[in-house]
């Protein structure tokens, strides 16, 4: 299944392949004004927060450590964060430049149950990230 939506003129896709490869897509290009830092976010293994000290969910990568914290906010604003504790829903989610147009992709996995209460956090997240990135380096 294929989704088209524009958010604050721009257009987020998603694509959910239920087939063969059962994975499910989510991205946006922005043409910013000033630079975005550039960022991964994943979350850890499940082992490691189920045992390990630090309960956090995300690993989030960037240079500018106010953008890490923003992300943070954003994940559970958007209910990311609650989807991940609930279930096995392990995205990578990379905000990078290709070609001078800044690129959010979001990639996971469906092989967890309700994999359809995967779509509105994602989308969710996709707005949010929308409007923060576009207020502050777009305008």
Same mark, same amino acid.
């Given at each position: 299944?294929?989704?088209?939506? &524009?958010?604050? %003129?721009? =257009? +987020?896709?998603?694509? !959910?392949? @239920?087939?063969?490869?059962?994975?499910?897509?989510?991205?946006?290009?922005?043409?910013?004004?000033? &630079?975005?830092? %550039?960022? =991964? +976010?994943?979350?850890? !293994?499940? @082992?490691?927060?189920?045992?390990?000290?630090?309960?956090?969910?995300?690993?989030?990568?960037?240079?500018?450590?106010?953008?890490?914290?923003?992300?943070?906010? !954003?994940?559970?604003?958007?209910?990311?964060?609650?989807?991940?504790?609930?279930?096995?829903?392990?995205?990578?989610?990379?905000?990078?430049?290709?070609?001078?147009?800044?690129?959010?992709?979001?990639?996971?996995?469906?092989?967890?149950?309700?994999?359809?209460?995967?779509?509105?956090?994602?989308?969710?997240?996709?707005?949010?990230?929308?409007?923060?990135?576009?207020?502050?380096?777009?305008?």
């Amino acid at each position: 299944m294929k989704f088209r939506l &524009e958010h604050n %003129e721009t =257009i +987020i896709y998603a694509n !959910y392949e @239920f087939g063969h490869q059962h994975l499910a897509k989510f991205n946006f290009d922005l043409n910013p004004t000033r &630079e975005i830092p %550039e960022f =991964i +976010i994943s979350t850890k !293994y499940h @082992f490691s927060r189920l045992f390990g000290l630090n309960k956090e969910i995300w690993k989030i990568k960037s240079q500018d450590q106010f953008t890490i914290a923003s992300l943070k906010d !954003y994940l559970n604003k958007s209910g990311m964060t609650d989807l991940s504790k609930k279930v096995a829903f392990i995205p990578t989610i990379t905000g990078k430049y290709q070609n001078g147009i800044f690129n959010c992709e979001t990639v996971f996995h469906l092989g967890f149950d309700d994999k359809e209460e995967s779509f509105k956090p994602n989308m969710d997240f996709q707005k949010i990230l929308v409007d923060k990135l576009k207020e502050k380096y777009c305008s």
